[in-house]
């Protein structure tokens, strides 16, 4: 079975599309919307209060790490859950593959215990 660039042509449609209204969209919105500036519009905006001291000010390094260690084992349901819905099409093969893949998981988790990386406060 081969396939040609017609057979590519509905999703080169949509992309198309897709870009078009975006841009279409901002464009519009640029053009129709109200242009006020003044102080108070050009102030940074904290939760309805006024701004104190400096926004640079830095963040622990654990804020980061926890964050990306969520966001890392946080991906992880997006590809268990196809597994899980085709778990009868896949067999025995597609449930060694997933076993390794959570042992993979397993191993990571157990290194960011060992290495103390949830614990906050030391």
Do not use: H
Not at 7 to 15: A, R
Not at 87 to 112: D, P, Q
């Amino acid at each position: 079975m081969s396939s040609n660039l017609y057979d590519f042509l509905p999703i080169l449609m949509q992309i198309a599309f897709s870009f078009i209204f975006v841009f279409a969209t901002v464009f519009a919105s640029n053009m129709l919307g109200p242009k006020r500036k003044g102080f108070r519009k050009q102030a940074n905006f904290e939760c309805g209060l006024d701004p104190i001291g400096n926004a640079r000010s830095p963040f622990p390094i654990k804020y980061f790490l926890i964050a990306i260690l969520f966001v890392l084992f946080d991906i992880e349901i997006i590809f268990m859950y196809p597994w899980a819905v085709n778990f009868k099409e896949l067999s025995w093969e597609g449930f060694g593959k997933m076993g390794i893949f959570i042992g993979v998981i397993v191993v990571g988790f157990l290194y960011e215990a060992k290495r103390r990386a949830l614990e906050w406060e030391k």
